[in-house]
């Protein structure tokens, strides 16, 4: 084990741009970073100084790389969704994509089931935006208790209540039907997602932080379950659990914004661990990449580059800070939908002796392969270990612990030679 403590943070959409395959998902010329700041330049200090404006086609700045190593890495999956980028991060490819329902809506059968096993009829069933969705709809659902359904780019079914009309209690029994409904076969999704909301009028509505995620299990064992497995710790922070279905995890924190997940962050960094720290930082999709707010998402980046500043400073010389993303969501872009482009990995530890910037992978993989090498565990067979690329120091105190565990052998042998 090289480092005793690493962290992951999934900044939720921040792709790069100039993915390797983007014009077969007609986002040739999508770049989700570069369109921000080419809006407003972005400041961020920190994320500068680990290499990311090296990376992608950015404004430049004279800032010094700081024990930090960049990268960009292609997806090797098909799709662009959530649950694949989070795997193929965490070692699966998945060949064949989720099934969605972006253009059509849910086929008439389903919506039928739906109905008859919830006691309730449906109303919406599209693709739209969430918060839209309930201006349009919330208050007819409060009227008639209709159960607002929607989707959206994703594999999901996602299902809104007000927490008035419908328990969050009771709104959970009824994603876990749907999720029943939608495990396999021609109705085969990604996620049921509850939507709670509050509010009096289409004007003041406003989501709650109980939703909740039903993901389908991962297909095959992820770097969390290889990890657990091998009895290190695997805390997840914001949706993590939810996307990997609770597999893999030993422990985990809600979030409730990107902020409130940095701070979750470091209180785990003030703590003593070994293992992974995951993070999915979600406010940047789904508070701005969805809702195509370049300023908001803009502001959004320039926090999380706040934040990381603490980081840098609470971390230890044995642990290890990943920054990724698992897709690209470009507000700029047309629609609403997520974008295929290269995510990055800024890669930080005080124990770097060099910094440099290394060459792209075919697969966000090389992250769940460099993970499992330093914790000298199997991997899962996609992708390549990094880790003999990153140039650190092993810590003097080992050194010197070594040299005093020597001496005491050394005076041991020779009293026992004396008797």
Request: with cysteine; hydrophobic share 35%.
């Amino acid at each position: 084990m090289k480092f005793k403590r690493v962290f992951v943070v999934v900044c939720d959409s921040m792709g790069i741009g100039n993915g390797k395959d983007a014009a077969s998902y007609n986002d040739e010329g999508s770049n989700t970073l570069k369109h921000i700041d080419d809006h407003k330049k972005l400041t961020i200090p920190e994320l500068r100084s680990l290499g990311i404006d090296r990376i992608c086609d950015i404004s430049k700045e004279e800032v010094a790389l700081d024990h930090s190593y960049a990268l960009a890495m292609n997806e090797a999956s098909l799709g662009k969704d959530t649950l694949t980028g989070h795997y193929e991060l965490m070692g699966l490819k998945v060949d064949v994509p989720f099934k969605t329902f972006t253009d059509t809506g849910f086929p008439s059968e389903l919506i039928e089931e739906l109905e008859s096993k919830w006691g309730r009829k449906i109303v919406g069933n599209k693709s739209a935006s969430g918060t839209e969705i309930i201006k349009e709809l919330g208050e007819h659902h409060m009227k008639t208790g209709d159960v607002i359904v929607y989707t959206s780019s994703d594999s999901v079914l996602q299902i809104a209540a007000h927490e008035d009309i419908i328990s969050v209690e009771k709104l959970y029994e009824m994603c876990e039907i749907a999720r029943e409904l939608t495990k396999s076969g021609k109705y085969k999704l990604g996620r049921i997602i509850a939507r709670p909301f509050i509010g009096t009028c289409a004007d003041d509505f406003k989501r709650t932080p109980r939703r909740h995620d039903y993901a389908l299990e991962p297909f095959a064992d992820t770097m969390l379950d290889i990890l657990k497995d091998n009895n290190y710790d695997v805390i997840s922070i914001g949706k993590i659990i939810d996307i990997f279905a609770t597999k893999g995890i030993t422990q985990s924190y809600k979030i409730v914004s990107n902020n409130d997940g940095c701070e979750k962050i470091i209180e785990r960094m003030k703590e003593d661990f070994t293992g992974l720290c995951f993070a999915n930082l979600v406010d940047f999709d789904m508070e701005y990449g969805h809702r195509r707010d370049v300023l908001g998402y803009g502001k959004a980046i320039e926090e999380f580059d706040n934040y990381l500043a603490k980081f840098k400073e609470l971390l230890n010389e044995d642990d290890i800070l990943f920054i990724t993303a698992d897709h690209g969501n470009d507000p700029t872009w047309v629609g609403s939908d997520h974008t295929r482009e290269k995510v990055p990995l800024l890669i930080y530890s005080k124990a770097f002796k060099e910094c440099g910037i290394l060459e792209e992978t075919d697969t966000f993989a090389a992250l769940s392969s460099t993970i499992a090498e330093n914790f000298n565990v199997s991997n899962t067979g996609l992708g390549k270990s990094i880790l003999s690329k990153l140039k650190f120091v092993i810590k003097l105190s080992f050194f010197i612990d070594y040299y005093y565990i020597n001496i005491i052998i050394f005076h041991i042998l020779i009293l026992y030679c004396k008797i």
